[in-house]
């Protein structure tokens, strides 16, 4: 490594731990006069600064008409989170591990609802002493109509452990901690259960069009396996809170979330079609008086990502090709619209008079908190978080590629990432491709029912070094293919049984675009993905330059992801009723000689491409404890590569999950992969 590599790779590692100390607004709440927004905050990754330290620590309060006027509102020494107004607008509940303060030990954590007045800095615990503990988890809270109860979701507290004794032998869907709903009142902090079924409670919503705190609407599953929305979907039913009577009210096959209560009718969003994950999502109606499912919007060309009730309509969120726009559903107004990924919005007010808050970041800015209110152009600056990145010189611009697909039958919305050093604009401003082809780094997101538009921050590994990638003068490619979200059923569907038949080749069309437009070099190229994306980085390595376009990748970076199908299904916590969907089937439901989940798996099309010398160096990232994608998938690459005798880096990250939380895991990771890009890519041109 020379003097200038030396030196280029220190600035991108304090410019890396930069973006990791950076903080970004969670969980936004509009107070009811609209004159506040309250809010939690989050690292880039959900990350700890070190194994026991906790993801978030403090809850934030802004004025919603003064920029900049975000400020702490409890004192950070404690994890708080998942704030709700109070009806009157007095208090915020919120979500707290400061009762462990104590000295509890790390094996008995738990959390505790507490209320603080909008002008305190002392909050108060709402549940009596007895129950300060009780509770390792809470899911969801919100206050009755009237602000006197708060009801939540959480499992019945373990009165004791046999992990000690070994005396601790699981028995599948018997003895299962379901979740509950309970309620506690906000004044006496006496507890008790509403509803503790034969199911698992995953969401709830008050019931608010009547008189007084009478009716929830909650839905159910059946087990609390990560699998059984997708097996046995998922069930609404009515609980009164004077006798707590369960009502029926409808089941669908899948999942039902966002759910939003509205003129005696649940909303929620759903799968476009009701029994397949690759549909879309949609928004659907059922009335309490005929329990009949509709749907309402969205889905054939477009996808609903949220609802928020705003007085007499709900406000949705709707992600429209590259587009996030905030529109109201029974109006069919659009309210917000830009091609930035909205990370998080709530509302307050009524149609008329109606509050916003949301946050969003792009390529150049950290993710901040905005207030909008509709019908003016005020648009309000309220958070700091990121002004030390800010504060920086631009990383770079941001272009939107629309290419076609290779078989002809979509248009394919991609992003290309320019270092600021090459941004090109002719004297009409018009955009225009860097005077010469740049290395390039090709991202593939995960899902696959997901999509990438211009944004700071997202749920991806790949996305934080972004910033470090561009200041080193990389160009960077963002490929949504086939399958993801966005773009409706069809797009979606592409996905059911179509692993490697269709995204792949996305892959392919998108970086041979970005070569004939002078974007991307034909002889610098790596692509790295992270979960799906980590799939289709394993499938690009057995089918590198197959198609004879005159190019190939370089290297390619593959985290936690999927290498065979059928044994997905054997092991992911959602394998049998939604990886199978990807795959084409199940094992035990199809012919011996049938053999479709094969055409997607990289392990299966190693032996042929490794005898033509195809794949390329590889460095492969998994964590040791990922229940979504196992650790096994890259086991069965690792082997095969070292049978084969080819090049590859194999890293293994002890007590991690499908993503990383731990932030000494999170330095090596990126640090590994930017040296990996250097390496394989060469030197760019930093600014």
Known sequence: ???????????????????????????????????????????????????????????????????????????????????????????????????????????????????????????????????????????????????AYIAFVAASPSEKSFHESGDDAVVWDQDTNFQHLWLVDV??????????????????????????????????????????????????????????EVRPLCHVPRIMWSPVWLHSALYFVGNNISDQDTSGMSIFRVYEAQQVVEKVAHGEVDCAAGLVRADDDIVVHVEHGLEDQLRLLLADITLFSQRKRIVDYHVSGTVQNLHVALSWGDVNTPTELFSLKVGTRDLHKLSEHGRVLSSASPFGHCHFLSCPTLDTKEMLDNLYLVPTQYVVRDDAEHEQPPATPLPTIVIVHGGPYGRRTDAFDAYDPFYLLIQPMLREGYGILVVNYRGGSSRGERFANYARGGMGHFDEPDITASVQHAISHGYADAERLVLGGWSQGGYLAYLSAVRNGGL?????????????????????????????????????????????NDVRSRSGSALWEFKAAAQIGRIPPMLMLHGERDDRVPISQAWGFQRALDDAGLPFTFVIYPREGHVLRERKHIEDMSERILTFIRKHLGEADVV
Request: hydrophobic share 35%.
């Open 1 to 147: 490594m020379d003097a200038t590599t030396t030196k280029e790779s220190t600035k991108s590692a304090a410019l890396l731990q930069d973006i990791l100390d950076t903080i970004s607004p969670a969980g936004v709440r509009v107070s009811p006069d609209g004159k506040y927004v309250v809010y939690s905050i989050r690292f880039r990754l959900n990350h700890r600064k070190h194994i026991d330290a906790p993801a978030v620590a403090a809850l934030w309060i802004a004025e919603s008409t003064v920029p900049n006027s975000a400020r702490l509102f409890t004192d950070g020494l404690s994890s708080d989170w998942m704030p709700e107004w109070s009806p009157d607008g007095q208090s915020v509940a919120f979500l707290s591990t400061r009762n462990n303060a104590d000295g509890a030990s790390k094996q008995a954590k738990s959390c505790a609802i507490y209320l603080q007045h909008r002008g305190s800095t002392q909050p108060r615990v709402v549940m009596a002493p007895e129950h300060n503990r009780s509770f390792t988890s809470i899911s969801k809270l919100g206050f009755s109509p009237s602000g």
């Open 187 to 244: 004044k006496s902090g006496e507890l008790r259960i509403l509803f503790d079924g034969d199911a698992n409670v995953t969401d709830f919503v008050w019931c608010d069009d009547r008189k007084g705190d009478g009716d929830l609407a909650i839905m159910t599953q059946r087990s609390t396996h990560a699998d059984s929305q997708y097996l046995h979907g998922t069930t609404a039913s009515i609980v009164s809170m004077g006798n707590t």
């Open 548 to 592: 004879g376009l005159g190019w190939r990748f370089a290297g390619i970076v593959a985290g936690a992801g999927i290498t065979d199908w059928d044994s997905m299904s054997l092991t992911s916590d959602v394998g049998a009723g939604y990886e199978s969907q990807f795959a084409g089937g199940v094992p035990w439901r199809m012919d011996k």
